[in-house]
């Protein structure tokens, strides 16, 4: 039997949970066709992989690469991890349905699209190197149907909404997430909440959710969560579990019975989470709700406003600003002070934190991106080690060049896999390495109700990652973030050899990839434990550009 690309002598992590064992993979097409002993099969390519663990492409459960992949489709600091798959749209926002092009204004980015299918339809045109799986964010909707007032809907504007929802699921979205610390989420009530998501479970789809609070109010969140996907029958995704703050810590029990107890009523809730103890976001999210009424430009007004940012000023005063270090900004005087606390650089300049922080928001026009301390190691690995908790890097795709090379962003942009296999399974020994595997392959895959990812089995989509679980370690740093990952030997993307070694070889054959109308999940369960050999043919994806 002659194949496009044979693994020979790899353990094999296939993404079911289950210890690596030996075998040889191989791949016709963008298609798996046998996994066993392929003595005697003949390949175009041949990979010794003795040593080395080839398991499914890792798949980003949350990401934020919906613009960013059309400026940088190569996808670097995302392929270089071994990711293969990214859920994008996450946090309630998306790059459809817009009314603007405010969130990209800094990049000099030309906005050619109003609905979803026409932006699915340009990110295909630009072939990206990973495979993208949309949501849409309810952020993004609310504002299309009543601007960004705090108001609650009417009649005809919550059905507005349901119908824009409906239409970019139609579209493929594989759901919607919300966004309820940002404006205008922020501003919606349980019951609007509940309706939309209704539109969601009617297609099938999940509600991802960055949830109202994850600290201070954090249990009422979770409550709130069970109660929107107990109101709506939808499918419910927490992004970014976390405790955040040490007074908020030893909430942790709380929470998880509270998410367990409603798993086990028979509510699917499930949750993402990066492995690292710091959280970032953008700095206006530590600002005031009434700041953020009626939307950016309001916002900026309050903050050039004397007697607004008087008010402003004194009610973020007490914030622990020496546990906020700012990341990146969009003003050149205000540069120099990436990578340092917000308490450090207000010394520096001479000026209260409080009066900084506001100072760069209005500077930037909002766009400041912070880092901060949020939860202890052992939250971290509480939260890590559920059944139900996957991983997610929380980052769009970056590089080291280029307008995606600026600031200091969160390490997780650049190491959150990789992380995963060196510091959570090799070095701290929480999880074994087949698990971890699996929350980074077939827990997604699950969730989202893809049959042919996830998983080395016949059959499956051709999305593997090749590394040495010796070797393999996330290199980036808080002071140092900018930093590939060592030790992933080799990424495929349906098919086809996106990096090799070190090199990137230019081969971009990620797609878009549209909510499946059919989710047996049992059917895969069943299937990915089969050794028998399904070989059968298939047509190589069209050549991509090799830059």
């Given amino acids: 039997m002659l194949v496009d690309l044979l693994f020979k002598g790899v353990t094999v992590v296939d993404g079911t949970g289950r210890p690596g064992f030996r075998a040889s993979v191989a791949v016709k097409g963008d298609r798996i066709v046998a996994v066993g002993d392929l003595a005697g099969w003949k390949a175009m390519r041949l990979v010794k992989g003795?040593?080395?663990?080839?398991?499914?492409?890792?798949?980003?459960?949350?990401?934020?690469?919906?613009?960013?992949?059309?400026?940088?489709?190569?996808?670097?600091?995302?392929?270089?991890?071994?990711?293969?798959?990214?859920?994008?749209?996450?946090?309630?926002?998306?790059?459809?349905?817009?009314?603007?092009?405010?969130?990209?204004?800094?990049?000099?980015?030309?906005?050619?699209?109003?609905?979803?299918?026409?932006?699915?339809?340009?990110?295909?045109?630009?072939w990206p190197a990973i495979n993208y799986a949309p949501l849409v964010g309810f952020n993004n909707v609310r504002a299309l149907a009543m601007g960004h007032s705090a108001e609650p809907p009417d009649r005809a504007r919550l059905a507005s909404m349901r119908s824009i929802i409906r239409e970019c699921m139609e579209a493929g979205c594989f759901g919607m997430s919300l966004g309820l610390i940002y404006p205008p989420g922020m501003f919606a009530a349980m019951d609007e909440l509940i309706e939309c998501a209704r539109e969601v479970a009617a297609a099938g789809g999940i509600i991802s959710s960055h949830m109202r609070s994850e600290g201070k109010e954090l249990v009422e969140a979770v409550k709130e969560s069970i109660a929107i996907a107990r109101g709506s029958g939808a499918r419910f995704q927490i992004s970014h579990l976390k405790t955040e703050g040490r007074e908020n810590w030893h909430k942790l029990d709380q929470v998880l019975d509270l998410i367990e107890e409603a798993r086990a009523e028979g509510l699917s809730i499930t949750a993402d989470c990066y492995p690292y103890t710091s959280g970032s976001s953008g700095l206006t999210a530590l600002l005031p709700e009434w700041v953020q009424d009626g939307g950016r430009e309001a916002m900026l007004g309050r903050l050039a406003d004397p007697a607004a940012r008087r008010e402003i000023e004194e009610q973020i005063s007490t914030l622990e600003w020496d546990k906020v270090t700012i990341a990146q900004v969009f003003n050149a005087d205000h540069e120099g002070l990436e990578g340092m606390t917000i308490l450090e650089a207000a010394a520096k300049v001479g000026v209260p934190p409080a009066g900084l922080a506001a100072e760069m928001a209005l500077r930037s026009r909002g766009q400041v991106a912070v880092i901060y301390e949020t939860t202890s190691e052992e939250n971290l690995r509480r939260i890590m080690t559920r059944e139900w908790v996957m991983v997610g890097s929380d980052?769009?795709?970056?590089?080291?060049?280029?307008?995606?090379?600026?600031?200091?962003?969160?390490?997780?942009?650049?190491?959150?896999?990789?992380?995963?296999?060196?510091?959570?399974?090799?070095?701290?020994?929480?999880?074994?390495?087949?698990?971890?595997?699996?929350?980074?392959?077939?827990?997604?895959?699950?969730?989202?109700?893809?049959?042919?990812?996830?998983?080395?089995?016949?059959?499956?989509?051709?999305?593997?990652?090749?590394?040495?679980?010796?070797?393999?370690?996330?290199?980036?740093?808080?002071?140092d973030p900018k930093q590939y990952p060592e030790g992933v030997q080799m990424v495929v993307v349906n098919g086809r050899v996106a990096l090799q070694g070190p090199e990137y070889t230019g081969d971009r054959s990620g797609k878009v990839i549209s909510r499946p109308d059919a989710r047996d999940v049992a059917a895969l369960e069943r299937e990915a434990g089969s050794r028998f050999r399904n070989v059968h043919g298939g047509c190589l994806p069209q050549k991509r550009p090799l830059n």
């Fill in 395 to 479: 980052s769009p795709v970056r590089t080291h060049y280029g307008p995606l090379a600026k600031g200091r962003p969160h390490p997780r942009a650049y190491g959150a896999m990789p992380r995963m296999l060196a510091w959570v399974a090799r070095e701290k020994g929480w999880l074994s390495l087949h698990a971890a595997v699996k929350k980074m392959t077939l827990d997604p895959c699950r969730v989202l109700g893809l049959s042919d990812r996830g998983v080395i089995r016949p059959g499956a989509a051709a999305d593997l990652t090749l590394f040495d679980p010796e070797t393999v370690q996330d290199l980036a740093t808080y002071a």
């Fill in 50 to 126: 003795a040593g080395m663990v080839l398991c499914p492409g890792f798949v980003d459960m949350h990401g934020h690469s919906d613009y960013f992949l059309l400026l940088l489709p190569r996808s670097d600091s995302k392929i270089r991890q071994g990711i293969t798959t990214e859920v994008g749209g996450n946090c309630g926002y998306s790059a459809a349905p817009i009314t603007d092009k405010l969130s990209m204004e800094f990049f000099d980015f030309d906005v050619k699209w109003n609905g979803f299918g026409d932006y699915l339809a340009r990110l295909e045109e630009a």
